[in-house]
């Protein structure tokens, strides 16, 4: 029911400082999945995740479950928006009667008040559901990835690439903290931010990442070389919606990603696996949800549908070339060498 439903928390209340520096919520249910008491237990068909075509710490978890072939160990499914006078948050716009069939309720939130009815901050995605209960059971978006390379391996198809190969694992882990700092979540630290001094930096920070990033694939294919690691999963999600949708919100952008020598190409090599382009929408990435409010409409709202996406991102590239074995992409796991 509709009016039992709890207004969603806004982000420029909660989560900017007296500097208006913007400062992202922590997540709240974090509990990991493995085989102690503290833990959630690692079972096929237990589990559903809820993500949405926009949100990239969302994006992430969905691509992942299909490169590991665990689809039907986890389910999925997406959620959307109602534009409403009051913001009611996520949705399963999808569904018949706008409901989830497995879980039978109308919005996220209402899964994260059957978890704990006293949490009282934004119901984000991604969430894993537990379709027993009926709760949130985890949104940890920054290790939800690692929990299905790892914990889930047993119920992965045969062969699965090894995304967080073991012996990388504290080069992955320090890379996605500042993949996390400079480029997740840095381009909100440039959207959200309430001061000329906080989106100065915050740009700043971001655009001297990429630099980075652009010398780091002068020779490496990905950003471990010859692999798709779990790094990758978490670039390319905040690059597909760069020249699609943040450049908006950034103001005047120093460069698009298809000025990026490198990194254009490899955004396009990532995009040929089935699993990264299954789950990236452009058009609806694109697609503007603001009403125009003056005569000069944006440039979202006018072109959204006329740009053609899938031609541009499947331009061809030559990124094969840096690697040691240019057709295969992915470390395989040992069992099946
Ligand atoms: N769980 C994290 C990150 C996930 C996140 O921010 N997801 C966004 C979409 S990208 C979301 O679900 N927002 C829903 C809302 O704010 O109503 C957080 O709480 O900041």
């Avoid at 007296?18 to 690692?42: A, I, L, M, W």
């Avoid at 320090?174 to 959207?191: P, Q, R, S, T």
């Avoid at 440039?299 to 990124?319: G, H, S, V």
Wanted: hydrophobic share 35%; with cysteine.
């Amino acid at each position: 029911m509709v009016q039992e439903v709890r207004e969603r928390p806004s982000e420029l209340v909660n989560e900017i400082d007296e500097k208006g520096y913007f400062h992202r919520q922590k997540n709240h249910f974090d509990t990991p999945f493995g085989s102690g008491k503290e833990h959630n237990p690692v079972e096929a068909g237990r589990y559903r995740l809820v993500w949405a075509k926009g949100c990239h710490w969302s994006n992430r978890a969905s691509i992942a479950i299909e490169l590991l072939g665990l689809q039907d160990v986890i389910s999925v499914n997406l959620v959307g928006r109602t534009p409403r006078e009051k913001d009611l948050g996520w949705e399963f716009v999808f569904d018949e009667g706008n409901k989830d069939p497995v879980l039978d309720v109308q919005f996220l939130s209402e899964l994260y008040a059957n978890a704990d009815p006293e949490y009282k901050g934004r119901a984000t995605v991604p969430a894993v559901v537990d379709v027993k209960t009926k709760r949130v059971i985890n949104n940890d978006y920054v290790w939800l990835t690692n929990y299905f390379e790892t914990e889930f391996r047993p119920f992965q198809a045969p062969d699965a690439p090894d995304l967080y190969p073991e012996e990388l694992r504290e080069e992955i882990d320090a890379y996605n903290d500042y993949l996390f700092e400079h480029v997740n979540n840095g381009v909100y630290k440039a959207m959200f931010a309430q001061s000329l001094e906080a989106y100065n930096d915050a740009y700043n920070n971001l655009y001297q990442a990429f630099d980075e990033i652009e010398e780091r694939l002068e020779n490496n294919r990905f950003l471990f070389g010859d692999y798709v690691t779990d790094s990758d999963i978490r670039l390319f999600v905040t690059l597909a919606r760069f020249d699609t949708r943040y450049f908006k919100n950034l103001g005047p952008i120093r460069n698009r990603i298809v000025d990026f020598k490198n990194i254009w190409g490899y955004a396009r090599d990532l995009y040929e696996i089935p699993a990264f382009k299954n789950n990236t929408y452009f058009a609806d990435l694109a697609k503007s949800t603001e009403k125009p409010k003056s005569i000069f409409i944006d440039y979202n709202t006018r072109f959204w549908d006329k740009i053609d996406y899938e031609t541009l991102w499947n331009q061809p590239q030559e990124r094969y070339l840096l690697s040691k074995t240019p057709s295969e992409k992915f470390k395989r796991n040992e069992e099946v060498k």
